[in-house]
């Protein structure tokens, strides 16, 4: 029986990650999670570097960073956990770079070369490409979202930006140009725009190299991964309870959030210092819920005898170090000295 | 020593309620599964907590920063408590909690999260170590409390020490190493260096000034009268 039902476990389809779930046998889910940790860590290594080369070198290696980002989405592709991060992360990462990419250009007007104006606007309303963009992104977006608001407020950002380039304003991309007068422009460092772009894929990386990681990693993994590095069997099991206990407390929160909504806490409309303190005040029932649970699950590992176990059973959920494993460490090494070490650049290479 | 000079000594480590809460290791006593799981179970609701302050109050929430950091008065009201898990708890919380799983990156997120150690570090040694003994509650209770136990507080001196040391010294620590390391990674621009130190002193004291005082009327006597509040360091 118990052999049926270890068999039954091993035989899952998909198996819960930290933040969601992933198919069983991709080449993703094959791989290590030393293998995978090493990967991201060098990932993240080579994308800080690579956007964070001066200019008077040659600037951010555009070229590296958007082939690390392919590399990303690929294995994300391959773990098959790239549809869940295009309808949840992704759209939530995209006003963030975005938000980035304007933050690097407006903060980093030190760097040298010549500069390039910008439109606050241009003295005249645009028909063009920028029009195109309108269009496109609210009907877009109000297909999919059956509203005005949002759609017509995220076109007219787009918008806005698509006509603030002063280079932008000639055919092929200005067809039409209504004067209106008014003509307010300011200029950058044209190299702003190259470290502003770098900063954005770099983001990129590291944003979804740790969703690769969290997507595709399951708390009895790094237990027994911690086992093999010869880590007591106490702290493995601890690193796998911590890890196992982030979902129950997130479901606490949000059972607390919604027990107190409804007692009317946001019912009415309060300051933000008043919102501020009810956060706090969310947090104490579940800080008062956490010690009630951990004093639970001290009372039942106490009843198992975990104190006095001396060969406790270990975890099964280890896996050897495969051929893949040593392939894949072996090109991020090399990677990693072709890049950081020896400081060449992939743009190079093209 | 004389045995007068032993019951001096005696009745002066106990002088105030507090004066058991010391940097000793913690009586040598052995960690309980019922600790541990404790231990445990704090560390990720740190995580969980630095997670939501940076996603739902961080407009920057890929560089790991929050405009309010609700989870700092946690982990140090926690350090507080349980001591070296506490601390544990704020490093662990940050790297985790407001570093990978916002999105930030493992190298940022392990070298950034040294600005949520160095002050619940600091901090309890300085409350356990020296404020505890001139009349100041380490586990911040005099910030609420006009009596602890028969002894009266000093409410005034209470809120002085806890807003040089906690909401400006150790912050200023805190920003200053934070967005620091994050500039030296490349992470925040030359312009808007000052920007960012800001948010983030600027966040994480409101959120010590306003909530620390909820936490501490709201917890502290639970957790005390459970015996749960570690002696020192370990237990």
């Not at chain 1, 007591?232 to 890890?243: K, N, P, Q, V």
Request: glycine share 8%.
């Amino acid at each position: 029986m118990a052999k049926e039902d270890a068999e039954a476990r091993t035989k899952k389809e998909y198996v819960r990650t930290f933040i969601f779930s992933m198919k069983v046998g991709t080449p993703v889910e094959k791989l290590h999670v030393i293998t995978k940790a090493l990967m991201i860590v060098i990932m993240s290594i080579v994308a800080l570097y690579m956007f964070d080369i001066p200019i008077s070198k040659g600037g951010p290696d555009i070229a590296g960073l958007v082939f690390l980002l392919a590399l990303v989405f690929v294995l994300l592709g391959l773990a098959r956990s790239a549809k869940y991060l295009v309808t949840s992360y992704l759209l939530l990462a995209l006003p963030v770079l975005f938000g980035e990419f304007f933050w690097w250009l407006f903060f980093d007007r030190a760097l040298p070369g010549p500069t390039i104006p910008f439109y606050i606007w241009p003295g005249y309303f645009p028909i063009g490409i920028s029009t195109v963009l309108f269009l496109v992104v609210f009907f877009g977006l109000y297909y999919r979202m059956r509203s005005v608001m949002w759609p017509l407020i995220a076109a007219l950002i787009l918008w806005f930006i698509s006509i603030t380039p002063a280079f932008l304003d000639v055919y092929p991309y200005t067809w039409v140009a209504i004067k209106t007068g008014g003509l307010f422009a300011f200029t950058l460092p044209s190299a702003s725009v190259t470290v502003a772009f770098g900063k954005v894929l770099g983001y990129g990386v590291l944003i979804y190299t740790s969703f690769l990681f969290l997507l595709t990693t399951r708390d009895t993994e790094i237990a027994g991964a911690l086992r093999q590095l010869k880590a007591s069997f106490r702290a493995a099991f601890f690193a796998a309870l911590m890890f196992r206990n982030l979902n129950i407390i997130l479901i606490d929160y949000e059972n607390i959030r919604t027990a107190q909504r409804a007692r009317g806490a946001e019912v009415q409309r309060r300051n933000i210092l008043a919102r501020i303190v009810d956060l706090a005040y969310i947090a104490i029932p579940l800080v008062a819920s956490m010690i009630k649970r951990s004093t639970e699950m001290g009372v039942a590992l106490y009843a198992r005898g975990f104190e006095n176990a001396k060969k406790p059973v270990d975890y099964k959920e280890t896996k050897g170090i495969s051929y893949m494993d040593v392939i894949v460490i072996a090109i991020m090494v090399g990677f990693l000295v072709y890049t950081v070490i020896l400081g060449h650049t992939i743009r190079a290479l093209i | 020593m004389s045995n007068t000079e032993t019951v001096k000594s005696a009745v002066a480590q106990d002088k105030y309620p507090w004066s058991k809460y010391t940097l000793g290791i913690g009586g040598g006593r052995k960690v309980t599964s019922t600790q541990y799981t404790l231990y445990i179970v704090q560390i990720a609701v740190i995580i969980i907590l630095s997670y939501l302050s940076v996603v739902m109050l961080g407009p920057l929430s890929f560089s790991g920063i929050s405009f309010f950091y609700f989870v700092y008065p946690f982990f140090m009201v926690f350090t507080e408590w349980w001591g070296l898990w506490g601390i544990l708890a704020a490093y662990i919380g940050c790297v985790v909690g407001a570093g990978l799983m916002v999105g930030l990156g493992i190298v940022p997120s392990i070298l950034y999260s040294v600005a949520d150690l160095v002050p619940p570090l600091v901090m309890f040694i300085i409350y356990r170590g020296f404020l505890g003994k001139m009349g100041i509650d380490p586990l911040f209770r005099d910030l609420t409390d006009k009596q602890i136990g028969e002894t009266k507080t000093h409410r005034g001196m209470a809120w002085v020490w806890f807003i040089l040391i906690n909401v400006v010294v150790l912050n200023l620590i805190s920003a200053q190493l934070g967005i620091g390391i994050e500039y030296q990674l490349g992470l925040v621009p030359p312009s808007a260096y000052w920007y960012y130190w800001a948010g983030w002193f600027v966040g994480d004291a409101i959120a010590m000034i306003i909530i620390t005082p909820i936490i501490v009327k709201g917890l502290t006597s639970l957790v005390e009268r459970q015996g749960l509040v570690n002696t020192g360091w370990i237990t």
